[in-house]
């Protein structure tokens, strides 16, 4: 009994152990061969591309992508070419104001042997508004303060207009473009950007993508400020002088960088005495000049507006 059933096991399986692990790997590939060619499914992220009318503005949200639910062959499923995949719709007859629209699995541009399952969303709730244009100014969108002392005196922008366009009623509120921020923080001189525009509303934008080149101007801001003790020096003579009073005030108008870098010692009242004045001992009133101002800084006031001078006996020189 037992050597009968080993001859029938001899009989089943082949004599070459090589015969043998080929009939396994025939048997292997015809498995997946089949099984390869079974259904089966896949969920898939499909992009949304809409044809829209000329006249018209789409105001509701709308997906960019829609997910797609296939069934196909394991081979046909796994090997397209997602980058490829994508569903037209044609809107460019809409009317006016919400509609719902239907998206019909069967209408879905599909690799071959593969279809539509189930789609979602399954609708869109779409809306129109009318499309309108206009011409508006192109403000620039400054961005922090200048450093101390320091302002903005003006800006330029060029070009100085552009076009925007979308839903009609939303453009009718925009009475101004604003460009991207422009920063002007601790800025002490005067600078040029380029920048584009920032995003106009949710349904309105430019009608031509463009650059803006924006000037800005910054300037000094214009103080007063007041100096006390400025001493006096008498320029013009080699006697002895004695000046009353020897220290004068002084109010001056000038960019409060300068002024505030400035004191009573870095200045001097200079009085200058003619030739004939330094020679011959008296007494006299005189005006004065003020040294060590420095640029765009100006006297506003002097007080006392005169000194007295009297020229006493010749320095004696050693």
């Known amino acids: 009994m037992k050597r009968s059933k080993e001859r029938f096991l001899r009989r089943l399986l082949p004599e070459s152990?090589?015969?043998?692990?080929?009939?396994?790997?025939?048997?292997?590939?015809?498995?997946?061969?089949?099984?390869?060619?079974?259904?089966?499914?896949?969920?898939?992220?499909?992009?949304?591309?809409?044809?829209?009318?000329?006249?018209?503005?789409?105001?509701?949200?709308?997906?960019?992508?829609?997910?797609?639910?296939?069934?196909?062959?394991?081979?046909q499923l796994t090997g397209m070419d997602r980058d490829k995949l994508g569903h037209e719709i044609d809107l460019s007859g809409s009317d006016l104001?919400?509609?719902?629209?239907?998206?019909?699995?069967?209408?879905?541009r599909l690799p071959p042997r593969t279809r539509a399952i189930r789609v979602s969303p399954?609708?869109?709730?779409?809306?129109f508004a009318r499309k309108s244009s206009r011409l508006v100014p192109v403000v620039p969108n400054l961005v922090g303060q200048p450093a101390r002392g320091y302002a903005v005196k003006g800006f330029t922008c060029g070009p100085k207009e552009v076009t925007i366009e979308g839903a009609e009623s939303e453009v009718g509120l925009l009475d101004e473009a604003v460009t991207e921020e422009i920063d002007i923080v601790n800025r002490t001189q005067s600078f040029e950007a380029e920048v584009?525009?920032?995003?106009?509303?949710?349904?309105?934008?430019?009608?031509?993508?463009?650059?803006?080149?924006?000037?800005?101007?910054?300037?000094?801001?214009?103080?007063?400020?007041?100096?006390?003790?400025?001493?006096?020096?008498?320029?013009?003579?080699?006697?002895?002088?004695?000046?009353?009073?020897?220290?004068?005030?002084?109010?001056?108008?000038?960019?409060?960088?300068?002024?505030?870098?400035?004191?009573?010692?870095?200045?001097?009242?200079?009085?200058?005495?003619?030739e004939q004045e330094g020679k011959v001992p008296g007494r006299m009133e005189k005006t004065y000049r003020l040294e060590g101002l420095p640029e765009g800084v100006q006297p506003l006031k002097l007080e006392p507006e005169r000194v007295r001078i009297r020229v006493l006996k010749k320095m004696r020189t050693p």
């Open 97 to 108: 104001g919400p509609s719902l629209y239907y998206l019909d699995p069967d209408a879905l």
């Open 196 to 274: 584009g525009l920032f995003p106009l509303s949710r349904n309105v934008w430019a009608k031509e993508k463009a650059r803006f080149k924006v000037q800005v101007t910054i300037e000094p801001v214009v103080g007063e400020d007041r100096f006390t003790g400025v001493a006096v020096r008498v320029d013009g003579t080699e006697h002895e002088v004695r000046v009353t009073p020897d220290t004068v005030s002084v109010a001056l108008k000038g960019p409060e960088p300068s002024l505030e870098r400035l004191s009573s010692k870095k200045l001097t009242a200079v009085v200058e005495l003619a």
């Open 17 to 75: 152990p090589g015969l043998w692990l080929l009939a396994l790997a025939i048997t292997a590939a015809m498995w997946a061969a089949v099984h390869m060619e079974q259904n089966q499914v896949a969920t898939v992220d499909v992009p949304l591309m809409l044809s829209l009318p000329k006249d018209k503005v789409l105001v509701s949200d709308v997906p960019e992508k829609i997910k797609v639910t296939m069934s196909g062959p394991w081979t």
């Open 122 to 127: 399954s609708q869109l709730r779409l809306s």
